[in-house]
Structures are given as structure tokens and as C-alpha cells.
């Protein structure tokens, strides 16, 4: 009936695999748990105990082969029609988890989103930025999701039908962190698939510091750039690159990007601060995007 999908990268696993398995083992279904380690620069010796238990495995791949690649990769692997893709770094909030998307299923429900949340415990300094960032960004109430179906949807607690996940696979031209899930949703759309909205949240555990998350926000602006070039993602599609094409218009582009490169280092300061603001991040990320556009 379920094939639950994680992709695995530097990160113990096992606690989310043990509360899924229990889950599914008290409403007796027919599941599996399936996850691929994405040659990790260090496997957590935990989660080889996931092998351990029934209807689980868990794989170390040789060679990365990025986000895009181990989703499709798990897909195919995958032995049932609905695949629930998770992110390793989440749990679900209650346990009604697994019941709530089988309920889902027997709707005929094609492609469910769950929604995503994070903890109201205020993170150390040096995580506040991603904390913030996904309370304000990420963690939107149903109704809100309903408005947007694409818009707010993410890939970390995702239901979806096998034939459409094979039928419209992640694009693996794309191997490093970034827009994976806008450009998946947006294919979607393009095709007329529908989204569900529904209320079976997961909390994203946010163990990532500011720092980090500032380098991987540049990667995945040089992922946006990559896609807008080669016509995959749109102004239409993408605040950035609206907000590009508008000072292009306006002929502000140099002017952004000097002001940008002059002020860059005071925004890491205020980014990495226990008071980041959203508002310079967003800077921050029109910036960087107007500069890797100019190069």
C-alpha cells in the first residue's frame, strides 16, 4: 500500500524511521521503508540498525548523486503505488501521521501535502536565522496553503502517486541544494496535476546553523540562475527573478549590485545576529542573484 522514501545525507535517521514503523505497524498495513544514504562524508552507525528491523532498509550509494537523483532513484526502487517522501531531518507532530495519508489514499487523493512546521523553542543564536526563516516562510496554516496550492508546497512531506512521481521525475540536471521543489511543483502545474492540502504537518528539526544556510541559499541562487537560463523557471514562477526583471527594466541592475557587494558584509552581520531580519535576507538574496547574473 505505502512506500515511505527518505533520502539520507550526514544525519541519524533512525529515530523518524522507528516512529513511522510503529505508526504503520499499528494500523497493519502492507508498507515499506526505504532509505538511501547519498554517500554521507560520515554514515550515523545508528542507522544501520534500520536494516535491522521488517520492511525496512536502509542503503549507502557509492557515489552522490544529489537531491533530484536519490529521489527518483528511491522511486523507482519503491514497490507500491503511493510513495510518502520524507526528509530525514523531520518527525512527524502526532501520531495520526501515517493514519491521515492512508485516509488520503483511500480518497484517491493523488499528490498530498502535508504542511510543515517548526518548534516554538527558540533555537540558539547561531540557528536562528533558519528558524526564523522557516516559522515565517515555511510553517503556513491550511487555509493559507489552500490559496496557493503550488506555491506552498515542499517535497519534505509529500504523497504521491508512483506513476506520476516516474511519470514526471525530479530534474536531475540539478545536483546541488536548491528550487529542486519549485521546479518539481511547477511541472505539476504545467501538467494539470493537483495538489492536496491537508492538515498532517511534520516538524522540521532545524539543526542547521545560520551559516550554513546562508551558503547553501547562494547555491541554490546559482541553481535559480541555471534554471532561469535555460527556460525552466519564469518570472512567473519565482519572486526573484521578478523582482531581477523589474530593475532590469528600470536599468538598476549595476546600481543593485554595487550597493549590494558595499553593504554584503553588513547583512551577514545582522543574518547572523540573534536578531536576523527576513526583509535583508530577501535583500541579501535579490543581491546575490542580480551579482551571479552580471558575472
Not at 53 to 73: D, H, P, T, Y
Not at 146 to 162: E, T
Amino acid at each position: 500500500m505505502l512506500s515511505v522514501l527518505i533520502p539520507v545525507y550526514n544525519y541519524n535517521v533512525y529515530p523518524l524511521v522507528s516512529e513511522i514503523k510503529q505508526q504503520a505497524d499499528n494500523l497493519g498495513i502492507e508498507y515499506e521503508i526505504i532509505c538511501y544514504d547519498d554517500a554521507s562524508d560520515l554514515v550515523i552507525e545508528e542507522n544501520h540498525k534500520i536494516s535491522q528491523f521488517q520492511e525496512c532498509s536502509f542503503i549507502v550509494l557509492k557515489k552522490n548523486v544529489g537531491r533530484s537523483a536519490i529521489r527518483n532513484l528511491l522511486a523507482e526502487k519503491a514497490m507500491y503505488e503511493n510513495l510518502l517522501l520524507l526528509d530525514a531531518d523531520v518527525i512527524p507532530t502526532n501520531n495520526q501521521f501515517v493514519s491521515n495519508y492512508i485516509t488520503a489514499i483511500k480518497k484517491n487523493q493523488k499528490v498530498v501535502f502535508g504542511g510543515q512546521l517548526y518548534k516554538d523553542d527558540k533555537p540558539a543564536k547561531e540557528l536562528l536565522l533558519r528558524w526564523i526563516y522557516g516559522k515565517k516562510r515555511e510553517s503556513q496554516n491550511l487555509a493559507e496553503r489552500s490559496k496557493n496550492h503550488y506555491d506552498f508546497a515542499l517535497v519534505s512531506n509529500l504523497l504521491i502517486k508512483k506513476e506520476i512521481l516516474i511519470g514526471f521525475p525530479f530534474d536531475e540536471t540539478l545536483t546541488k541544494y536548491g528550487y529542486e521543489d519549485l521546479l518539481f511543483f511547477t511541472i505539476l502545474k504545467s501538467n494539470g496535476i493537483k495538489i492536496t492540502h491537508i492538515e498532517n504537518p511534520i516538524f522540521h528539526l532545524n539543526c542547521e546553523t545560520s551559516k550554513i544556510f546562508l551558503t547553501k541559499t547562494k547555491v541554490a541562487l546559482e541553481n535559480l540562475v541555471f534554471l532561469n537560463i535555460a527556460n525552466k523557471i519564469s518570472k512567473d514562477q519565482s519572486k526573484i527573478i521578478t523582482s531581477f526583471d523589474f530593475l532590469r527594466r528600470l536599468k538598476l541592475i549595476s546600481f543593485f549590485v554595487f550597493i549590494f557587494k558595499k553593504s554584503e558584509q553588513k547583512i551577514r552581520l545582522n543574518l547572523l545576529s540573534e536578531k536576523p531580519s527576513l526583509f535583508l535576507f530577501d535583500i541579501y538574496k535579490l543581491g546575490y542573484y542580480c551579482f551571479l547574473k552580471t558575472k
